[in-house]
């Protein structure tokens, strides 16, 4: 069947009432968990998944897809506000939507943001829909060594989020990379830094440690500083974006959701990756920026949120194509499948054509609703931030508490997200930055094991990184990333 053909048969399975009414209701709990510090849209769907098992396979898709949209959008909103990421992947865009909270700007970053993530998400579907065969093909390609070049090229980017000081954000990144090689090596299975504690073999959270640095240590802050003395009213009057705005976000958008689909397409690789690399190349790209990233440029939120949310379609190609998951959101989506008797793989677009366009299609008005419904309710989310900050701030850290908690189910995850929390107040203190930490926590392991299984692969030779394309490449890039910073300040005289 022709691409076109399946597009028809798909309309014919979603445009149906119950199915449209599943994916707003799945768009609103994705936005009402997504928007809530650690409950991420992988725990949102793994809770809910079981409600779909009684529906036919496109109607629950439909509410699945909804949520997992609905949630990667709304971590958003509290990286926005509160410098808190509902979600890991919206970690990104906290360097240029909490700035922009601090100027009042809360409500246009929302906008921007939203504008964004529909952009991303529509992008990447429209981009699997007509060439989701060539891009598994490509994916097919990348192996330890060019997952190795990848993560690293993610950690490269700890040059240019470091602020003033690029060695205070070496010293974060390198301290987030110890933090994750705490619990079992996942070569030998041996306890590391455990020091004989079990719960300790089980590793740390690293979304516990971020809710902490971020949400714990920010509501520390606000104490220290005086509540009264530095909330900011937020603007409500230009949430929509302007012509402006638009016409300055038009090609970061456009090419972060490019980036933002391909890096979905790797399995394993997630949003998480894809909005700290669309950041960092519209930084790169953008130079003598007004205002500079990271002190409130549209376009850095923009980047973020594009890359971030077209991770999404392009998660689903190794997904339905090979069966193989994109990220943890998808594995879920293939156990659901497996419920109904289908299994994604190569012969999924002939035997469930009709499904596999439904879903395209599907997931393609999800991003339509979150728009919608992101503009029409942004003014809500907004008003929040402007309440009595005595009041505000005892709730935030009610919700971190409740975050960490829910990740396991443990009051380890608590305690851990308490630590972070000091730690990052202290070193906040001394102007010592938190993102570089961040990557550390996220990149480190992905880096280790794909470094570690491509020397074991060629008894410990570096030739299986010189006879990649892929990886030589990727690791030039990394080369011009990592020293890019460096240049610059020495240039800048800073």
Request: aromatic content about 10%; hydrophobic content about 50%; proline content about 6%.
């Amino acid at each position: 069947m022709t691409v076109v053909g399946g597009i028809m048969e798909g309309l014919s399975l979603v445009l149906q009432p119950l199915p449209l009414i599943l994916i707003v209701v799945g768009v609103l709990i994705g936005i009402a968990m997504g928007a809530i510090p650690g409950m991420t849209a992988t725990m949102t769907v793994a809770v809910l998944v079981s409600f779909t098992f009684g529906m036919n396979p496109t109607e629950g898709m439909m509410l699945l897809l909804g949520i997992y949209g609905g949630a990667l959008f709304a971590g958003s909103i509290p990286a926005i506000l509160i410098r808190t990421p509902g979600t890991p992947s919206a970690a990104a865009t906290i360097f240029d939507g909490f700035p922009l909270s601090q100027q009042g700007k809360g409500g246009n970053a929302i906008g921007i943001a939203t504008v964004a993530s529909f952009v991303g998400g529509a992008t990447s579907v429209v981009l699997i829909t007509f060439i989701s065969p060539q891009i598994a093909e490509f994916a097919l390609r990348f192996r330890s060594p060019e997952y190795f070049a990848l993560a690293f090229f993610g950690l490269t980017i700890i040059a240019s989020v470091s602020g003033d000081s690029i060695a205070k954000g070496m010293i974060t990144g390198l301290l987030g990379m110890f933090i994750a090689t705490i619990g079992l090596d996942p070569t030998t299975g041996y306890p590391r830094f455990s020091f004989g504690i079990p719960v300790l073999t089980s590793g740390v959270q690293f979304i516990a440690v971020m809710i902490g640095l971020f949400g714990l240590a920010e509501a520390f802050n606000r104490y220290r500083e005086g509540l009264d003395e530095i909330d900011v009213e937020q603007d409500v009057s230009n949430i929509m974006p302007s012509m402006g705005d638009l016409t300055e976000i038009r090609n970061v958008v456009f090419s972060s959701s490019i980036i933002g689909t391909f890096i979905g397409a790797l399995p394993g690789a997630g949003g998480d990756i894809a909005s700290f690399v669309t950041y960092n190349e519209a930084k790169r790209w953008a130079r003598n920026a007004t205002p500079p990233f990271g002190e409130g440029n549209i376009r850095g939120v923009a980047a973020a949120e594009a890359g971030n949310n077209a991770s999404t379609g392009g998660a689903l190609v190794p997904t339905l194509t090979l069966g193989i998951p994109g990220d943890s959101v998808t594995a879920i989506l293939i156990g659901a499948l497996l419920v109904h008797g289908i299994r994604p793989g190569p012969g999924l677009f002939e035997q469930e054509t009709g499904l596999v366009f439904s879903i395209f299609i599907g997931f393609f008005l999800v991003y339509v609703c979150i728009l919608i419904l992101g503009l029409l309710g942004a003014h809500m989310w907004v008003r929040i931030i402007n309440f009595p900050p005595q009041y505000l701030w005892p709730v935030i850290i009610v919700l971190c508490v409740v975050g960490s908690f829910a990740l396991r189910g443990g009051i380890f995850d608590v305690w851990t997200m308490a630590l972070a929390g000091l730690l990052g107040f202290v070193i906040r203190m001394d102007d010592y930055p938190l993102a570089p930490m961040v990557l550390g926590l996220i990149l480190g392991p992905i880096a280790e094991q794909n470094l570690r299984r491509s020397l074991q692969l060629s008894d410990g030779s570096i030739d299986i990184f010189l006879a990649s394309p892929i990886a030589m490449a990727i690791l030039g890039l990394s080369v011009i990333s990592l020293f890019s910073p460096f240049i610059a300040e020495r240039v800048t005289g800073n």
